[in-house]
């Protein structure tokens, strides 16, 4: 509470002890009308007073200076740290800015204090409450609690994270946002929320200044000393802001998570428009009181938004959120956000009425790309294929030839955009797989006796079905086209080639690494044997040889593969181009797996700032470079940022895709990692499990997927301690990657290095030392020196010869290890701390 409004606390105190009783409750009653805050801390003070704490020993007069006195603390230590400057105060305490000075390592953070004026033990079990509630809390979107305690004067504090950033209304104001980065940043409140409510928690005093954005775009929400924690049965105690308070919590009744639901509803307005929509009252309490329990809210200013389609349904998402009863609302923050995440990828928002109009229209919107790709691919692949049916067919009349074509692909077209017109297809039944079939179907019926041309276009329309899921028909028309060019005379090199640089990506896609690496190389062959040594077809086929390398664990020759692919491609194209941008990507995703962690991030951020330049959000390619670099980051222990990342590409992706598609389910898995790895496995484990059955569903078992997403399983059981469960899954990983892998392969070493951390536990070192030692022995070969994976098995084989009581071998792997983690990667104090203390331990053994 700011100093001025302490006078005014000090004046009515005084006045409250020295009125008649039925004087006291009128003063507090009107109070309570206008300024609850100032009414609960009142009472707060009163009932101190009451209990003749030892506080009020001391004048009145002196008691209201102590609450100026804050700033004598600069300076004191709280723990480990120093206080450094008071950067808020709030109800119940004074936040202050402080540094650890213990020596141990640098670290910066916000220390919150008890205020002296409120020690009575009914306030000190509420600071206590929030203690618990932080502590309970481990989000991305959620400043963490550190530690907590009493202070040497018998203050209690807790220390938590420093958030260094802007308000969420002035970050909005200083970064000009727009529309699109508006709703981003809400639905990181929205998850930060929602999380909460998972973890039975209600903040009840959101509002823009509990919400800091920090330099790099990420939200952190603050102060829940407001909260309640769902499962007590008591109301929340302490104050809230009456501008973001929902009605019951103005009434005093029955605040849950719908309360919640909308203070965030007045923060999308004030997002949006940039006021408050009950603006106009703050300086009336009670008229602005009146409003909220009216619900007499001011229009939703359409007009005042950039223009774009399906305005509409933010209104109706902001009247859905602040409706007067709270059965009304939404019930839940993860049925909002799921509104705005329709609204951003142009599906129908749940809370507008689902007209045949209204879906059609938000249908041809989301796939206007599609279908006009797909038209112009076939306009492009017909006029192709007309230049080699002339050329064969020059007896007959030319103009007779062309016309009878044209009118096919005039009745191709109408067939497609007929399908895309909902009024006809009705509306978001028709997708994209239905109208490629439809082109496909005309394509057998109108152009059987063309074999040229019909080879052409089923060959371009191949990846198109294997880019949207529909693995059967993509290799059934992949294979088709090679086997009709095949048959043929007169074809050419680079028709030949390109059809089995298809064949060999169909493959990689479903698993065949053997045929994809057999196409790949034939292709390459094929084309030189007619002196071909820069073409934009070798390009292409040296981009599927180094996908099989990469994916074989040859980093050093997928390396050399992709940089001739991305210099020859460069001779070619000006950029920016998908071609170099996916080849920038690959380039940048092998450097990250031979540890090369700076030329990584300097490559995949090229490749994705020239995919931005190419396409607009949501895309695939951006989807997929979003993806690595999450993975990236978690390499580089940079979990909170791969967070982000690894969220945009599974948002587009599921947007595109939907769930059921091998890239969802890479983002997907790539999310349930990046929360192991921060701590929280067990919300891992349904994505987990639902990333198998996507995978087993289009794929099947057999596929390296299957068996690499149940190892990961199992990390995130081990992580949460349940290590029976682990082993199992380590160990049919292990077994399916036998059968599927060649040998030698750096992937096998994953599940024998889960399989040792097992029996670890099981205190089993003999059999965990064979396992780690076969998996440091894959990795040292597959691997250049130095590479992290290899210092991870160093460190695992050292701890376990501690263990063991073998001293001199566990200090020898264990400075391997050290050496190699320092070297080549960025590795955290934890990390090296581990190492560190196992080396101490093993040295004083000796």
Known sequence: MRNGKWGQVENLFHKLTEVSEVEKQRILFTIKEEDSELHDLLMDLLASDEKSHHIFAESPKNIFDKLDDEESLLGENVGSFQLK???????????????????????????????????????????????????????????????????????????????????????????????????????????????????????????????????????????????????????????????????????????????????????????????????????????LKESILLGDSPSFKIEELPRQAFLTDLEAIYEKATKLKPEDRYQSVE?????????????????????????????????????????????????????????????????????RRANQITDLLSDVFMAADPNVGGADTITAIQLLNQGYENLEKNLGDEPYLYASMISRLAPIFLNL?????????????YQINLGLEDVTTETLS???????????????????????????????EVGDQESMFLSNALVELGNVLYDYGEFDRADSVYQAAFNISNKHVNPPHIELAFELHMIGANARERGDYAKAEKYLLEALEMKKELFEEPHLEIAYTYNHLGSLYQSMKKDSIALGYIEKSLDQRKSILGEFHVETMASMANYARTLVKMGMPKDAFPIYEKTLVITDSLVGKSHYYYWALTGSLGNAQFEAGEYAKAGVNYQISHENFQKILPEGDPRLASPLNGLGKVKMKEKNYALAKEYFLEALKIREAAYPNGHPQIAQSQQALGECMLAIGDYSTAIEFLELALEN???NSEPSEKEISSIQSSLLAARESI
């Open 335 to 403: 049925l909002m956000m799921r509104d705005l995440q329709l609204f951003l990828n142009d599906y129908p928002v749940s809370v507008r009425p689902r007209t045949l109009a209204y879906s059609g229209k938000k249908y041809l919107k989301r796939n206007r790309a599609a279908v006009m790709s797909i038209s112009i691919a076939i306009l492009i692949l017909v006029g192709s294929g007309i230049f080699y049916t002339v050329r064969l067919s020059q007896e007959r009349n030319l103009a007779q030839s062309e016309a």
């Open 498 to 528: 390109d059809n089995e640089s298809q064949m060999a990506a169909m493959y990689y896609l479903k698993g065949g690494y053997d045929s994809s690496k057999f196409y790949s190389e034939k292709a390459i062959q094929r084309l030189k």
């Open 469 to 481: 899921g529909d693995y059967e028909k993509g290799e059934e028309l992949t294979k088709k086209a």
């Open 85 to 287: 400057k008071i950067i808020g105060s709030g109800a119940m305490g004074t936040v202050f800015l402080a540094e650890r000075n213990d020596g141990q390592f640098d670290q910066t953070v916000a220390i919150k204090l008890l205020k002296p004026l409120i020690l009575n033990p009914a306030m000190q079990e509420v600071f206590q409450r929030e203690r618990q509630i932080l502590a309970k809390l481990n989000h991305p979107n959620i400043a963490r609690l550190y530690d907590g305690g009493y202070s040497e004067t018998n203050r209690p504090f807790f220390t938590m994270e420093y958030v260094s950033g802007d308000y969420l209304s002035d970050y909005i104001k200083k970064k000009n946002a727009s529309l699109i980065q508006k709703l981003e940043l809400f639905l990181q409140v929205c998850k930060a929320v929602q999380y909460a409510h998972q973890s039975l928690i209600v903040h009840l005093d959101l509002k823009p200044q509990n919400i800091i954005v920090n330099e790099e775009g990420q939200v952190k929400l603050l102060d829940f000393g407001v909260s309640k924690i769902l499962e007590d049965s008591e109301e929340a105690a302490g104050s809230f802001t009456l501008a973001y308070a929902s009605p019951e919590q103005v009434q005093r009744t029955n605040a849950g998570t719908v309360s919640d639901v909308y203070s965030l509803g007045i923060i999308f307005y004030e997002i949006l428009f940039g006021a408050h929509p009950y603006q106009e009252f703050f300086k009336e309490p009670t008229k």
């Open 821 to 823: 983690f320092q070297k």
